[in-house]
């Protein structure tokens, strides 16, 4: 479970606070001669003895949310109108949209994840909530949600309800264990 929450942590960190990346590359030195300093323009034909080094550098992203913003900004403005919108009207739909669906589907799954989680948690429960796919083990009527638990109002048929309560772990372990027969 804490590897859960660590790694959730850290996706929602790259989203809205940005990521360190690791960024490789060579660098070149050359040792240049004395004739060489005196002759040589020191251009890529200089024959001076030289060495690679390869370094690593850590850089800091702006957040991935910030970044898709930007593309979808850079995409409406257009680098050919110098920061303007463009106003020409055979131009195509503005925006990079691939970058706004992708922004519409984070909020949409982290909102529907969020309030899944109340729910199960009794924060946003609505008071008579029937839930569809359980029945009551001891009667087999319908449940509700009521003060985050689950409640027995018993069947269509009139029959009186039991009254019995659940949890929502309880709830979870018998959807579990149906799904795994």
């Given at each position: 479970m804490p590897r859960?929450?660590?790694?959730?942590q850290?996706?929602?960190d790259e989203l809205t606070r940005g990521f360190d990346e690791r960024v490789e590359y060579d660098l070149r030195f050359v040792d240049h001669t004395p004739e060489c300093a005196e002759h040589c323009p020191r251009s890529a034909m200089c024959q001076c003895p030289s060495t690679t080094e390869r370094r690593i550098k850590t850089v800091h992203r702006a957040p991935l949310i910030?970044?898709?913003q930007e593309a979808i900004a850079?995409?409406?403005?257009?680098?050919?109108t110098g920061g303007r919108s463009s106003t020409r009207v055979d131009s195509g739909a503005p925006g990079n949209l691939d970058a706004l669906d992708l922004i519409q589907e984070i909020k949409r799954e982290l909102s529907s994840a969020v309030r899944r989680a109340r729910q199960i948690l009794g924060y946003d429960v609505p008071p008579s909530s029937v839930i569809r796919g359980v029945?009551?083990?001891a009667?087999?009527?319908a449940l509700r949600?009521?003060?985050g638990r689950a409640v027995c109002i018993g069947r269509i048929d009139e029959t009186p309800p039991c009254g019995t309560e659940y949890t929502w772990q309880q709830i979870e372990d018998y959807l579990n264990a149906s799904r795994n027969q």
């Open positions: 859960d929450l660590e790694r959730i850290s996706l929602a910030e970044q898709l850079e995409q409406s403005t257009g680098p050919d029945v009551c083990g009667c087999e009527g949600l009521h003060n």
